[in-house]
């Protein structure tokens, strides 16, 4: 490949989705096509960043560092950081993802991306996007997440929101190590009810018989995720669906479903409460409006929680508790799919999936802002208008939009109907626009910020597929799939009249025009698909050559508008191999092929050949073009540049004279079907592509490189064809202006065409104007005709109009032709059969009868292959279930009923037996064969005892053994197991076959026996048929009208009448075949020729007049015998009778007696046969219904063994279904603890490798402690040369530390929610710096101690910087210390927990292994059992645990009871007799113990006694006359010592006796003196008391007062102290006996010797 040049994207408009985010404060970025589009909000300036690859899959920014993420879509996708505003690339991360990513976060808390691939792995992963690396992943644990969310507050939490779930990852780190933990979300169920979290092992389903429980996974065979996604399903119904999720300051998660609930989950515990439930009756008032709308997005403010719902509602919540109120409401005009802040939480941005970006400052406004409006709906074309050089696109949705080159959007025109294609005139300002419904709207362009629609028409019913201008500007042609190519003047002075129109051969894939300006020639080259057949491997290239001159003579066009071959030139060309789309040249076609994905160069031949024989072309170039197509072609105005574009998205420029030097653009995304138009710019420089699914316009600039010849060129004929139109566009562009706007009187004048205007009229639709604007209704009723059939519709009209007069007159003919043909018929219905004509023969147009025949019987064949088909149908759907149901069967389900009873009895419908069950049941049959002659003699001995003991007893007890009444009917097979020795699966298998092969016997033997009696009731009723013949005869005899019973076969008693059907049974007249009625007419025939045969006959003819008419001699009846009266009673009366008439007439009347007496005992005799006849019909169906009744209760026996033989095949298949999980549930069981020994396994590996990270990291961090507090003793060393006192001063400044404000700059004014964000562990960022920050202050000189050397204090500054890095490295190393300490404990947690559940699972397998092995001991037997032989106190007693026991064992236990009953009587009277002396014994007993209860009272009271030391030594002494003679020297001791004692204390006192009666004998002799005194003393005491009390009453009545208040307060003082103290004394009193107490010994602490 040799490059020409460059392309480069000049701008872009579209949406492609809601995704918006934020890069930094005033700049958004969203995705468009194959571009990312950055969008300034202040400015409204753009910039774009195009995809690396074929397209931009997830994406995601964050605008607090200016980092934006995205994916591209190819196979194995990389992602690609980005930083802005430089736009530069800082990493990409090549994952292991196959096809794509679903979505991309960002961290706020460090260099983190989190990802999650789509299938087939579904991987989430977490990646340093600053190293490449990933730090963890999770294969297959995002299979539904369309978004993932970090935490704020906490990049160690990862949301990932999934259609129906929302999954917690916790980023467990240890050091360098990190593994994602997912905690799934319980979500409420779709009433708002908050379900338990259930384990799945706890839903299991309890069998009938035994006590294991078998779950769900094992009974359905499946294992590992089936099993549990099923289990899954079982246990939990409808959730809600989560659409919106935002976390809290607190790092609670906020939910919204589109249910309209909203819940709050914590992430720690997984706790989810319903915040807000729209089925509540009492909702607030002001929360009404929360019911109506489901939750689009949630994003937190400093207020609340912002809730977008819609129909374009935004909220503003403040949420306290459970308690929600609405601050704030908005309306937009557009539904808001997404809701985000901008990094200073200023800005709140919402964004929709139509295209609109509404911002809201609430600093500002408080309304919301239209920022952004690039409509929704996917371009469909788009085209250059060379006047003013703008550009036109048009969307799906009919949106006409005009963009100046810079990409701004000038104006914009609803045209209110879906639109396919677009094309700007080159001669005026307008625009062509093709629909869907098939119309051609012709739009102004002159006022940018207002076009208008000024003319329509219609001309197909399909979409309109091209529209194309010449160069030049003459014609507009369109095509369509109906391969009509209609040219239309382009000029807007001829009033957009269509010319004519040409029918090409085959739909048109392709349309393009070529205008050759020597030659005043438009060339126009259609490519078409060929029709012929099913051959699609070749095309049509049709050359249509139209002179450039105006086509306005009369001979252009037929009457239809159909252009003439003198004006239109065809030449048809034929290409071997399919092509997709083509372009004309000059003297050349490029075309590009699909099937080779290659691009093709054809050259026109010298000689032209018409439409009848097509010219094969072969490429005369061929070049690699798309990989993946259909592509579409583009020629450059100057010819010399070829554009192509397909759905890899690529624009592809080529050189048309080489076609190998190219320059190409992924302008597109591949996965959304890559471009769908292109188109070049008047100067071919600039080029226009729409994308097919992206909803994006893509411009982009061609750069050809120095020395090329293409700018040249490309300018030069730009200049050329514009100062060539000029004229033309100063001529028509302002009869375009003047144009009236297209309105719906405007339409009326012209629904009948012109025949003076140019051979045409354009008859248009009618619209309806919806604004005087813009707004238009543009799509006409889909029976409103087309021009061509308004074209064709005139010519009729004319056609009618000029040849009324002959129309007329033939009518006026034919009716006179009718009259006469009338009256022709009318007289040929009267003529003779052998003179009448046929019908047929009146009729003049045989040919029209013929014809009308032939449809008739055309339609007939068809309707009659339908009716035969469908009869063919239903006849094989009888044999098939004949087959099936009827054939197949062995024996019918037949019934017999009674004849005097609704009583039934019915057979056994039963089937033939397959050779596969008879095959199993002789291979059954065989091993029991060999398994009981390997029995051994002692229990053929033993089984020949127990058949000796009675034939009755031995009966019923076989079929009570046995489970079933088959024995006593004779129909048990001898193969069958006994009961008691079914232990092995095969054994029950056997034994339900044998179980079959009986049930299958007693049917066929109860059908025999019905079979039998079937036959009797058959005879029965023909002896009863006949019967009733001759009792018919009777009735007939004795003329007697009577109802004779008629029993019959009902249905039921006879099933194969269902399959025949009579001919009674058809009501309507039967249709027969052709052959059929050949075959009625021959028997017919066949039967007039027998009967005129027999006509004939003259043998039978003299035989019968031989015997007077009868063959047989009948015998004569006797009651219609009658005697003729004589001829005299009828011709004579009786008075004229003689003597011989009267004896004549005497003879009759006794002829007459006579015969009455016959008749009367012939009537007699004829009664008693007839009463006799109905007696025995009686008499017989009765004794038939007794039959039948017996029959019945047989019939009830057989059941009862039928359903008893069922019903142990049922137990049987049972016990073995429930084998079968247990073996399936112990395998489960074994896998489950497999997985979990190896899990373990690794748990332990995981746990010792770490432990030996901790401890080496320990190691470390103790070796940086220990360093850090070498530098706190090594200060005074440092400074050793420095006076002490400034030591100490600067000690005291290496300790000190400055305080490192977070930044917070008026905190309560700060919007941001998450200003308090919490840095998790060792990721701590910038912490060192922001404290060597701070550390800068302190450092400043001014801090400088007075008199310090600056020297020192930089030496200082040093060390202590040093210090202070040294700290914040420990107490770095010491948050990842706790953090490796923290994942250790949880990797030992989940190794305990693994451990427990191997426990567990050994438990249950244990207790498996227990059950099974019961179940194989206790075998569920039937036993069949008589009523009264079993009877329970407790009829609702559980029969677990009873016991099957054989009557000669319950029989020996009654012996063996009565036996002891009787030893028990005889030792109970033994017991009477010694029981009188027990009662004297128990007496004596009871006296000796109260004796004992009262000598332990006593020895209780000596034991508490309190004795003194001596009386302890007295009782412990053992030497008691030793201790007496002691204690006797003793006290007389202390008796002569106390005497002695004694008598110097009475000498003492005496002396002391003298010494106080001298005293006393002063004392009184004073007092005698002062006795004397005292009267005088007396008076003047009174004297002054008077004189003080009258001087100084009242100050002394204060002061005692005052005495006495303080004297009582004292009083009261000392009272509460002494109480106090009192109690005090009290308690020390109690204390000193309860310490004595302890201490205090009692006598059963003595010891003796």
Not at 2 to 23: D, K, P, Y
Not at 666 to 686: E, I, K, M, N, W
Not at 912 to 925: I, Y
């Amino acid at each position: 490949m040799v490059a020409i040049g460059s392309l480069e994207v000049r701008w872009i408009q579209g949406f492609t989705n809601s995704t918006v985010h934020f890069v930094d404060n005033d700049t958004v970025c969203y995705t468009c096509g194959n571009h990312i589009c950055f969008l300034n909000l202040e400015t409204k300036s753009k910039s774009l960043l195009q995809g690396p690859g074929r397209g931009i899959g997830a994406f995601t920014a964050r605008g607090t560092s200016g980092i934006f993420a995205f994916s591209e879509q190819r196979l194995s996708p990389s992602i690609f950081v980005h930083v802005f505003p430089e736009l530069h690339m800082k990493n990409e991360l090549k994952g292991t993802a196959q096809l794509d990513y679903t979505s991309l976060a960002l961290s706020d808390g460090g260099p983190y991306l989190g990802c999650c691939s789509s299938l087939p792995d579904h991987t989430i992963t977490v990646w340093n996007w600053e190293t490449a690396e990933p730090i963890c992943t999770q294969p297959q644990a995002g299979k539904d997440v369309i978004s993932l969310v970090f935490n704020p507050m906490n990049w160690l939490q990862l949301c990932a929101l999934g259609t129906a779930s929302i999954t917690v990852w916790n980023i467990e780190k240890s050091a360098s190590l990190h593994v994602l933990k997912p905690c799934v979300v319980q979500l409420p169920a779709t009433d708002g009810s908050l379900a338990e979290r259930s384990n799945c092992q706890t839903y299991t389903v309890k069998p009938p018989h035994f006590g294991q429980k078998i779950p769900p996974s094992t009974i359905s065979r499946l294992e590992g995720n089936k099993a549990e996604n099923i289990v899954t399903k079982l246990t939990s119904g409808a959730r809600l669906t989560p659409t919106a999720i935002c976390w809290t300051a607190t790092s609670d998660l906020f939910v919204g479903c589109a249910e309209g609930y909203l819940f709050l989950v914590n992430p720690e515990n997984l706790s989810v409460s319903v915040l807000f439930n729209p089925t509540t009756p009492d909702v607030a008032p002001e929360l009404a409006d929360l019911r109506q709308s489901s939750f689009q997005d949630l994003t937190l403010n400093k207020n609340g929680v912002v809730a977008v719902g819609k129909d374009g509602v935004v909220q503003c919540m403040q949420i306290k508790g459970t308690q929600i109120d609405i601050t704030q409401t908005w309306q937009i005009e557009e539904t808001a799919t997404a809701a985000i802040y901008s990094p200073n939480y200023e800005t709140l941005l919402l964004s929709s999936n139509t295209g609109q970006i509404y911002v809201l400052n609430s600093i500002r406004s408080d309304k919301f802002v239209k920022v952004l409006d690039v409509l929704s709906g996917n371009f469909v074309a788009a085209a250059w208008s060379h006047a003013k050089n703008l550009c036109v696109s048009v969307r799906d949705s009919g949106e006409l939009q005009l963009w100046t080159v810079d990409g701004v959007c000038l104006g914009s025109l609803t045209l209110q109907a879906e639109v396919t294609s677009v094309a700007c005139c080159p001669i005026a300002q307008y625009a062509a626009v093709g629909t869907t419904s098939g119309n051609i709207l012709f739009v102004d362009l002159n006022r940018e910020q207002e076009p208008r629609l000024v003319h329509q028409v219609q001309l197909y019913h399909s979409p309109v597929d091209h529209l194309v201008f010449d160069q030049e500007g003459h014609y507009l042609l369109t095509g369509a799939s109906d391969s009509h190519i209609y040219v239309i003047d382009a000029k807007p002075s001829k009033k957009f009249s269509i010319i004519g129109y040409t029918v090409v051969p085959g739909p048109i894939l392709s349309l393009s025009t070529q205008c050759v300006r020597d030659g005043e020639q438009v060339k126009v080259l259609a490519l078409c698909t060929r029709q012929e057949g099913n051959n699609h491997d070749s095309s049509l290239l049709t050359l249509l050559s139209l002179p450039a001159k105006d086509l306005t003579g009369p001979d252009c066009v037929d009457r239809h508008g159909c252009l003439s071959p003198h004006v239109l030139k065809v030449s048809t060309y034929e290409v071997t191999h399919p092509l997709e789309s083509c372009v004309l040249g000059v003297s050349e076609i490029f075309a590009y092929c699909h099937r080779k994905k290659t691009l093709q160069r054809f050259q026109f031949p010298q000689d032209t050949h018409g439409p009848s024989s097509p010219q094969v072309l072969q490429p005369e170039l061929e070049v690699k073009g798309h990989p993946l197509g259909p592509a579409s072609l583009a020629l450059s105005p100057h010819q010399l540049w070829l554009a192509s574009v397909g759905q890899d998205g690529l624009l592809c420029i080529r050189e048309t004279a080489s076609m190998d030097r190219y320059m190409e653009l992924q302008c597109h995304p591949c996965r959304l079907a890559g471009v769908r138009s292109v188109t070049f710019s008047a100067d071919g420089l600039t080029l226009l592509t729409a994308g097919c699914k992206d909803g994006s316009l893509v411009c982009t600039n061609v750069r050809i490189k120095a020395g090329e010849a293409g700018v040249k060129k490309s300018a030069q004929y730009s200049q050329a064809t514009a100062r060539f139109l000029k004229n033309i566009f100063n001529t028509e562009n302002p009869v375009l202006v003047d144009l009236p706007a297209w309105r719906q009187e405007s339409c009326l004048g012209s629904e009948k065409p012109k025949e003076s205007e140019v051979s045409s009229g354009a008859e248009t639709v009618d619209v309806s104007e919806q604004d005087e604007s813009s707004n238009v209704l543009l799509s006409a009723p889909p029976s409103h005709p087309t021009w061509l059939e308004g074209r064709r519709q005139a010519v009729m009209e004319e056609e009618n109009e000029k040849y009324s007069e002959k129309k007329e007159n033939l009518r006026k003919t034919m009716r006179e032709l009718r009259g006469a043909i009338q009256e022709m018929l009318c007289e040929n219905e009267t003529l003779p059969a052998n003179e009448r004509l046929a019908q047929k023969e009146f009729n003049l147009d045989l040919e029209d009868q013929r014809h009308q025949a032939a449809v008739v019987e055309q339609e007939v064949t068809r309707v009659r292959k339908e009716i035969e088909w469908e009869i063919l149908e239903k006849c094989y759907l009888r044999d098939v279930l004949k087959k099936e149901c009827w054939d197949s069967v062995k024996v019918k389900g037949r019934a017999i009923k009674a004849f005097h009873s609704e009583r039934e009895v019915k057979n056994y419908p039963l089937k033939e037996r397959t050779e596969k069950e008879v095959k199993e049941l002789r291979k059954v049959e065989n091993i029991r064969k060999i398994e009981m002659a390997a029995c051994t003699k002692s229990s053929n001995t033993s089984i020949l005892k127990e058949e000796e003991q009675g034939e009755e007893d031995n009966t019923a007890e076989k079929a009570a053994v046995s489970g079933s009444f088959s024995t006593q009917f004779g129909y048990s097979n001898p193969h069958i197991y006994d009961q008691f020795s079914l232990n092995t699966t095969e054994q029950r298998i056997n034994q339900i076959v044998l179980l079959q092969d009986v049930i299958y016997g007693i049917k066929m033997a109860f059908n025999t026996e019905f079979e039998g009696l079937h036959r009797q009731k058959v005879q029965e009723l023909n002896r009863v048929r006949e019967r009733n013949k001759l009792i018919s005869a009777i009735l007939l005899e004795l003329d007697i009208q009577q109802q004779l019973w008629e029993p019959s076969l009902t249905v039921s008693e006879w099933p194969e009448r269902l399959l025949t059907v009579d001919d009674t049974e058809i009501k309507s007249e039967k249709c027969l075949t052709p052959e059929q009625r050949k075959e009625e007419e021959r028997k017919k025939l066949e039967e007039q020729r027998r009967l005129a045969s027999k006509e004939d006959d003259c043998r039978d003819r003299a035989l019968d007049n031989m015997m007077d008419g009868a063959l047989e001699v009948k015998k004569e009846d006797i009651l219609r015998m009658e005697v003729p009266p004589p001829e005299l009673v009828l011709t004579k009366p009786e008075i004229q009778w003689t003597e011989e008439e009267k004896k004549v007439y005497k003879q009759y009347e006794k002829k007459t007696k006579d015969l009455s007496e016959r008749k009367e005992k012939y009537r007699k005799l004829m009664e008693t046969e007839m009463k006799r006849l109905q007696a025995a019909t009686r008499d017989a169906t009765k004794k038939f219904d007794e039959t039948l009744t017996k029959q019945f209760e047989k019939k009830i026996k057989f059941e009862m063994a039928v359903y008893q033989g069922k019903l142990q095949i049922a137990q049987l298949v049972c016990a073995v279904l429930l084998e079968e999980e247990m073996r399936n549930r112990e395998l489960e069981l074994m896998l489950k603890l497999e997985k979990l020994l190896a899990h373990k396994e690794e748990l332990e590996e995981e746990v010792k490798l770490r432990e030996e990270d901790v401890e080496l990291f320990h190691e470390t961090y103790d070796t940086v402690v220990a360093e850090d507090k070498i530098l706190d003793k090594e200060f005074r060393k440092e400074f050793c040369d420095v006076p002490a006192q400034i030591v100490d001063h600067l000690y005291k400044l290496f300790k000190r530390r400055p305080r490192v404000q977070k930044l917070r700059t008026q905190t309560d004014n700060n919007p941001n929610p998450f200003r308090d964000q919490r840095l998790c562990g060792s990721q701590a960022p910038d912490a060192l710096g922001k404290m060597l920050k701070a550390m800068e202050e302190l450092d400043a000189p001014e801090n400088k101690p007075e008199g310090l050397n600056p020297s020192i204090w930089e030496r200082f500054c040093l060390v202590r910087r040093t210090k202070t890095e040294s700290e914040q490295k420990v107490k770095v190393k010491a948050l990842a210390l706790a953090e490796m300490q923290a994942f250790l404990q949880k990797r030992r947690d989940e190794n305990e927990a693994a451990e427990q559940e191997i426990k567990n699972l050994s438990d249950e397998r244990e207790s498996l292994y227990k059950e099974k092995n019961h179940a194989q001991i206790n075998i569920m037997v039937q036993v069949v059992l008589k009523q009264g032989h079993v009877s329970t106190a407790d009829v609702t007693a559980e029969d677990s645990d009873f016991i099957l026991l054989h009557r000669s064992v319950v029989e020996e236990l009654n012996k063996t009871i009565r036996m002891l009953g009787e030893q028990k009587i005889a030792s109970m009277v033994e017991c009477k007799d010694f029981r009188k002396g027990t009662m004297q014994l128990e007496w004596e007993h009871k006296m000796i113990r109260a004796q004992i209860e009262d000598l332990n009272t006593k020895a209780r009271d000596i034991q508490t006694l309190r004795l003194s030391e001596e009386q302890r030594d007295y009782l412990n002494e053992t030497d008691r006359e030793g201790l007496v003679s002691k204690q006797v020297s003793t006290l007389a001791k202390t008796i002569d010592f106390q005497e002695m004692t004694h008598q110097h204390n009475v000498q003492k006192r005496m002396k002391e006796i003298e010494h106080l009666n001298k005293q006393a004998a002063k004392k009184a002799q004073r007092n005698k003196i002062l006795e004397q005194q005292h009267p005088g003393m007396r008076v003047i005491v009174a004297e002054r008391r008077h004189i003080h009390d009258s001087a100084d009453s009242e100050e002394n009545l204060a002061a005692t007062t005052e005495d006495s208040f303080r004297v009582i307060a004292q009083q009261k003082k000392l009272k509460d102290f002494t109480r106090a103290q009192m109690e005090d004394l009290v308690f020390l009193e109690s204390e000193l006996e309860r310490l004595r107490m302890r201490s205090f010994p009692s006598l059963d602490q003595l010891k003796h010797n």
